[in-house]
């Protein structure tokens, strides 16, 4: 049973940024594909990026190439979401996955969820 913490979340102005992580128990976390989700009011939870076991490659949903970057530390079992030039759209509860045999980009095929944070952007 993998763990997974997530933090940094919170208030922020649009335009601003936020650094999101995502701490996992599992001393086997290179063992494991990560990724992250996010799901607004009403809406359905949807895919925003994730990392390969490595984290040598990356992949984005379209929403947020180029202003977000996803990287992990396979020696500190942790992923970091770095969050930029932040849009009011992007206001939604954000959850850690991970998935052991693909990369998670499908909410129906991660083996393990974190419990949310929640990122506010200000218009």
């Known amino acids: 049973q993998v763990q997974l913490v997530e933090s940094g979340g919170g208030l922020v102005q649009a335009g601003g940024s936020l650094r999101l992580s995502c701490a996992a128990s599992?001393?086997?976390?290179?063992?494991?594909?990560m990724g992250w989700f996010r799901q607004a009011p009403g809406k359905e939870r949807e895919f925003v990026a994730a990392?390969?076991?490595?984290?040598?490659?990356?992949y984005y949903g379209d929403s947020v190439k180029g202003r977000f970057t996803l990287s992990r530390d396979n020696a500190k079992n942790i992923m970091y979401l770095q969050m930029n030039s932040l849009k009011p759209e992007d206001t939604a509860v954000y959850y850690c996955a991970a998935e052991y045999r693909s990369v998670p980009t499908v909410v129906g095929t991660v083996d393990y969820w974190g419990q949310g944070t929640q990122v506010t952007v200000s218009s």
């Open positions: 990392i390969n076991w490595t984290g040598g490659t990356t």
């Open positions: 599992e001393q086997t976390f290179g063992s494991y594909a």
